[in-house]
């Protein structure tokens, strides 16, 4: 059952992804807005490396295509900082003006990928798991929630809680809402995708909150 469930997340991912760049072919490319399109490209590969995995089963071919997933969360994730000054660029707030918070959220993207690839990447060892079915290679040092979710989190839900009290638009807040709650109740729900579901549900509220934005930019 929960191998139907990511490859259905993983197509699920591949319809975000045309939407998201239907999204393009309308208001263009050279847009910071189109970092997320990066993201949804790294989760694609999650999703169907972990569906996958059963059907490849234990050794290196599968141990190396997990590795991939590990540098793609490194070198995609942060970029949603990117995505974030995007969304305060469009606030009209005096602040969003200053070219200071731009060169930082520049530095924060490149500090974050760096600090993942020093601390998650880099001498990662990984071993076979197996959960309700499903055959992942996971890190070996089990660790708490990383740095630089935490950062994420926090950025977006800020730049969420600026678009609900300036435009009354509140669905990039709602999915941040939900990947906090998610994260608090998996420490006594152990159901293994659940923060999977959770974190497609931030992407659709990522995508929407895109598609407003666009519309107001073009208005």
Known sequence: MDTFLFFLLGFGYIFLLIWGLLMTKNYGLWNLSNMLLIVILGLIYDNFIIALGRFIGEGTV?????????????????????????????????????????????????????????????????????????????????????????????????????????????????????????????????YFPMMNILEFLLIVSLLLTKQFLLRKEAA
Not at 79 to 100: C, Q, R
Not at 101 to 111: D, P, Q
């Open 62 to 190: 599968l141990e190396n295509l997990s590795y991939i997933r590990f540098w793609l969360h490194a070198l995609f994730t942060p970029t949603l900082i990117l995505f974030a000054w995007y969304i305060y660029s469009n606030t009209g707030l005096p602040l969003a003006k200053n070219t200071y918070w731009k060169v930082l959220a520049y530095l924060l993207t490149i500090a974050l990928i760096l600090y993942d690839l020093f601390t998650s990447v880099q001498g990662l060892k990984l071993e076979p798991a197996w959960k309700n079915s499903v055959l992942t290679y996971n890190s070996v040092e089990q660790s708490g929630i990383p740095m630089m979710v935490i950062i994420l989190t926090l950025v977006l839900g800020v730049a969420g809680l600026l678009l609900t009290v300036k435009f009354r638009f509140a669905w990039l807040l709602v999915g941040v809402l939900l990947i906090i709650l998610g994260s608090i109740v998996s420490n006594w729900i152990k």
